[in-house]
């Protein structure tokens, strides 16, 4: 360590760079997985709902299809095109951000104006359930997040691009992906610190109060104590 004109400028421990260098790659990891691919049943008038954390101004991209259940094959099969789902998406502070009726396959886009917890739900339109009453619907569902919401592929042959201006593009937006998700991180962090601090704030005004309140006891019963005393002319 050396200080020079009032400025500490500390030298690195050992190890550090290669700290720093496994929290990047472990976030480029993560960065990777950012897509979510599943199926779920719902039954009629069912409604399932997924959280995603998303950073703000971020695109998010749903593709999804349905499958029948066949009661005589006892296969999952394509739903006839006259089955529709409603998508709806809420931001953190409860606002509708998506809402819209799809058909049996389809496609949803929307993009996040607040970081948070945002809730995704799916159900079908009950009129056309009656198709299959009593049966089960299989929905399929794959949710992209950041720049793996991108068809390169598409962007590619749109802009004109080379192979290596193509994997330029894709590097940029991943570093801005990354700076999102920092700067979300920063904001998670910092709300997680005002809770905290509102926390212990409250428990330290319960525990002054609950002080006031025990003194306030001790001083009434002493109170009560020495007038019971005097009128039995004990003292």
């Not at 793996?148 to 192979?163: F, G, P």
């Not at 590097?171 to 809770?195: D, G, H, M, S």
Request: hydrophobic share 40%.
């Amino acid at each position: 360590m050396a200080v020079e004109l009032g400025v500490r400028v500390v030298r690195p421990r050992p190890g550090t760079e290669l700290g720093v260098v496994m929290r990047s790659l472990l976030l480029l990891l993560w960065l990777g997985t950012r897509g979510s691919a599943l199926y779920f049943h719902i039954g009629e008038t069912e409604k399932k709902c997924f959280i995603e954390e998303i950073p703000d101004e971020t695109m998010v991209i749903g593709n999804y299809r349905t499958q029948l259940y066949d009661k005589q094959r006892e296969e999952y099969q394509p739903a006839t095109p006259g089955l529709g789902m409603f998508v709806e998406v809420k931001d953190p502070e409860d606002k509708v951000i998506l809402a819209r009726q799809y058909g049996s396959e389809g496609r949803f886009t929307f993009t996040s104006h607040t970081p948070g917890e945002h809730q995704i739900c799916l159900h079908s339109n009950s009129t056309k359930f009656s198709l299959f009453a009593g049966g089960m619907l299989r929905v399929h569902l794959d949710i992209q997040v950041g720049e793996h919401a991108n068809d390169y592929a598409e962007i590619a042959a749109k802009d004109k691009l080379s192979e290596l201006q193509l994997r330029v593009r894709q590097l940029v937006e991943q570093v801005e992906q990354i700076q999102k998700e920092q700067n979300y991180q920063r904001w998670r962090e910092e709300r997680f610190r005002q809770t905290s601090e509102s926390t212990n704030q409250r428990v330290l005004w319960w525990s002054i109060l609950q002080t006031l309140i025990l003194v306030a006891i001790g001083v009434w019963q002493m109170r009560h104590l020495k007038s019971f005393f005097e009128a039995k002319k004990l003292v």
